[in-house]
């Protein structure tokens, strides 16, 4: 498999990861965190700092809502108990 392959099958399975975590809203960054060690802010940081690596800037609330769908504010007052 060539390398641009491998980045596009790679995109393609973060943008279903988003989409997975964003019709499971009642799963906690809490409980992903205590089962898999990582959550929602952690893609956001993670995907953050990718940015910077290449040149990008993305700041870390812009990332947030990348990965939440929405402002981060918004989706806490609608989703977080």
């Not at 491998?6 to 990861?17: D, M, N, P, S």
Request: aromatic share 10%.
């Amino acid at each position: 498999m060539d390398k641009h392959t491998r980045t596009e099958i790679e995109a393609a399975v973060f943008r279903r990861l988003l989409e997975h975590l964003d019709s499971r809203k009642d799963v906690q960054n809490i409980e992903l965190m205590n089962l898999a060690g990582f959550c929602r802010n952690c893609l956001s940081k993670w995907y953050a700092a990718a940015a910077e690596e290449r040149g990008e800037t993305v700041g870390y609330e812009q990332a947030r809502e990348l990965v939440y769908g929405e402002p981060y504010a918004e989706w806490k007052a609608k989703h977080q108990r």
